[in-house]
């Protein structure tokens, strides 16, 4: 809306444990990252949570609860520290869990969340900039020195009593997972529990044994050093339909699904969204290209990690669609069969992308949609909205997509796509082919 302005607290705070860190943690120090941890270190992650009820003594709960919290995260208070006795490039990363604290910064609007539009889905797609005033935010790269914390946290209050929490953090910390697994510890504590319901784990024998699986991404980004044509990107706000996903999966389930078994939204979702990316990104000079599709997967249960682990643990599914062209006329059926199959299987440490020319070759998708920020409750009910956030501009390793929860009176998927400007236009065209 028009003249409204995000007033921050100046300068942000560092708020800490209430009590001294445990004997065994001061005692030994460190925490060694694991091989899913190293590739992350100067990753930051941002999410956004919405809260409609909370009150005005919401803001204080949190801060006392963040502090509470850091009892059983003790590492989030840390920071990360890097010695050169091997490891990625000849350095060894680790959190030094000094107990130096997480940032903290309040801020206030004069107007209600329905007005600033938080929840609303834009018209044309674009990103409202006032999200970026609703978190500390950090760019790609520029993260995981031994001074920058490992979490920052911004409670924004609007005039109607409704909040957002804006959460950016170290990759290297913890994944989604791990952290909508912190941020219910934060909520349970808000709410008067005397401790998380959820025993913490950082370290776990099983997953620091653990090799990394090959990352796309990576892969891409060595191949070709230089972006070619992500230079210039746009993060787009978009909704699959509903009805839309109910078609597709009716369709599929007639024609007798993959073994018998339906389809999920997550699958439809991936089918949708990559087809018409590659349609709108197709050139008379790029029909035979390799197309690829790379999905995160929480690897968890499949390892065999410890409850209560909040560290990274997941790995890249990689699909091969032939060529563009043939991705571009394919059924949607026949995408989610491909997918699937990616699914069924463990990542391959011999998956290597054959052929690529360029990181346009590869789309990656990552889903928030059940890894826990839809239920954390920070004393006035789940959140309305979550939202993946990063400031525009940025130039990502290849063109990302994330899904999020519904946020609250939307119909479908919510999802951001990160691609190229001079295909938007494209790409929303193609889609509205389908909605």
Known sequence: MGGAEVRKSSPAVMIRPPEPLPMAVTTNGTIKLTSFDRGCVKVPVTVLLVFEHMGHEATDNIKRALSQALVHYYPFAGRIIISSSGGVDGDEFSIRCTGDGVEFLTASMDCSLKEAKILEESSCAKINPLRNELAILYPFGSFGSEDDPLLSVQVTEFSCGGHVLGVSWSHAIA???????????????????????????????????????????????????????????????????????????????????????????????????????????????????????????????????????????????????????????????????????????????????????????????????????????????????????????????????????????????NLLLVTAKEHVDAFLGELAKHT
């Open 175 to 413: 994944d989604a997972a791990g952290m909508a697994q912190f941020l219910a510890a934060v909520g349970e504590l808000a709410r008067g529990s005397p401790s998380p319901s959820v025993v913490p784990v950082r370290w776990d024998d099983v997953v620091s044994r653990l090799e990394p699986w090959p990352s796309p991404m990576l892969q891409a980004m060595l191949a070709f050093p230089e972006t070619q044509g992500l230079e210039l990107t746009a993060n787009l706000d978009i909704t699959i339909p509903s009805a839309l996903i109910k078609c597709v999966k009716d369709d599929y389930l007639s024609c007798g699904g993959f073994d018998g078994q339906p389809c999920t939204v997550f699958e439809v979702v991936v089918a949708i969204v990559w087809r018409c990316h590659i349609r709108a990104t197709m050139s008379n000079n790029n029909p035979g290209n390799p197309a690829y599709l790379s999905f995160a997967s929480n690897m968890r249960k499949y390892v065999g990690s410890k409850d209560g682990y909040y560290g990274n643990c997941g790995a890249d599914r990689l699909i091969s669609g032939a060529t563009r062209s043939s991705v571009a006329e394919a059924g949607f059926l026949d995408l989610i069969r491909m997918v699937k199959r990616a699914k069924d299987q463990l990542p391959d440490n011999g998956q290597l992308m054959q052929g690529l020319r360029d990181r346009y070759d590869l789309m990656h998708v990552t889903s928030w949609r059940n890894v826990g920020f839809e239920q954390v409750d920070l004393g006035g009910g789940a959140p309305a909205g979550v939202m993946f956030h990063g400031r525009e501009g940025g130039t990502p390793p290849v063109p990302i997509c994330i899904m999020h929860p519904a946020c609250k009176g939307m119909d479908g998927v």
